[in-house]
């Protein structure tokens, strides 16, 4: 299973050594302000919170569902498809940063509770599983938008793996409940960032799964909207 490289439109590229380098977050702290983001030392908290030094050493995956699945930064032994159950995926978060802006806000992808998920399970090599994590949380944990989880995720063959993931805070400010198609699509038309457009976002996202033949309801909708 080979994943198709889509690259970003914007000025700035998410890369491994942009995010392990503190670029992405210094440039978001400009943004934000330097008390909106987390340091290293809260990022390890974060991480620690769900993944104890007594699980460390045995075999551990990543769920991807989104960006990940076109642009994982991090490395892996092999990739498999995997489905995790209790939420789905879901346009739920407001963003005003990578992909939208204080004028046009986006939304990016989130699993946020209920229903089921398809998804790429990216297996880590034990002997760099803990740095890939911490990339990982330096990507996605560095405003404190999602609640990172250690969720169950079944194999295509029935067996279980412990798999992180990054799951929608329903309590933060971004959260998007708005489920109406028409109300997300207007928002993706519209908004772009640092990080290229929402529109590119959606599009990459919708290819990736269509390459791996996963079929989702939402995304599927929002691409009949679509127009360039």
């Not at 919708?206 to 033949?213: M, P, R, V, Y």
Request: with cysteine; hydrophobic share 35%.
């Amino acid at each position: 299973m080979k994943i198709t490289k889509k690259l970003n439109d914007g000025k700035i590229k998410l890369t491994k050594n942009n995010i392990n380098d503190g670029y992405i977050r210094e440039f978001i702290s400009k943004i934000e302000g330097s008390d909106k983001v987390l340091t290293d030392k809260e990022l390890i908290q974060e991480r620690d919170k769900i993944l104890p030094a007594s699980f460390r050493n045995k075999n551990l995956y990543v769920f991807a569902y989104g960006s990940l699945l076109w642009n994982p930064t991090i490395d892996f032994e092999k990739q498999v498809f995997g489905k995790i159950y209790g939420f789905h995926r879901s346009f739920c978060m407001l963003t005003k940063l990578g992909r939208g802006s204080y004028e046009n806000p986006g939304l990016m992808l989130g699993l946020d509770k209920g229903g089921s998920c398809k998804g790429i399970l990216f297996k880590l090599n034990k002997k760099n599983a803990l740095k890939n994590v911490d990339i990982l949380f330096k990507r996605e944990m560095v405003t404190k938008a999602y609640v990172p989880k250690l969720l169950n995720a079944h194999l295509k063959n029935g067996k279980k793996v412990k798999a992180i993931t990054f799951t929608v805070d329903k309590n933060h400010k971004n959260y998007f409940r708005e489920k109406c198609y028409f109300k997300k699509i207007e928002l993706i038309s519209k908004a772009s960032g640092f990080l290229g457009s929402c529109k590119e976002y959606l599009k990459n996202t919708a290819k990736s799964l269509e390459e791996i033949n996963i079929s989702d309801k939402e995304i599927s909708n929002l691409m009949k909207y679509y127009k360039d």
